[in-house]
């Protein structure tokens, strides 16, 4: 069991090097800083996402709310459970706290890295969003997984944080989405 433990680190911290050091362009980095940040931006958070939610809800009203609520608790409950439950259970440093040297190396992150949060939450999101509106989960999951790596790629994760996260995310979305929307009726067509 030791020896497979200590295979499964060192192909984790391979791959971290190969993504976060070996796979990168300029571009990239600009890109997956950009993106891994997302969350703290004024105009996605107080702008976009708002005028988005605001456009759903005037054209499919009722569902619209109920995906809504759904899509809040699966995001709230992902990111409490990560949080408070199985980061303070499991305590792995992330990279650089574990003096692992990354690039670009993002100093915004803090904390416990097992599981990634950004990675749970936008993979919770991403499965009752498509759920909801079928047409729309291949995208969702595909930002979902872009986010998953952008965590890897600035170094601020090991894979299989984000792999764990992901996993979370998919479970509890499809726990939410099935709960709230695959049992109130039939769905209506996206238009």
Known sequence: MTNILAALRGADLALLHRINQAWTHPWLDAFFLWLTNLNHSRIFVWGALPAAAAWWLRARRGWAARTMLALALAIGMSDA?????????VRRDRPARADIRV??????????????NHAANAFAGATVLGMAEPPLLAPALGIAALVAYSRVYVGAHYPWDVIAGALLGLLLGFGVGNFFLLRGGPRRRFP
Do not use: C, E, Q
């Open 103 to 116: 690039v670009p190396g993002d100093d915004l992150h803090t904390g416990y890295g097992f599981p990634s």
């Open 81 to 89: 459970i990560a949080y408070r439950f199985i980061k303070p259970s």
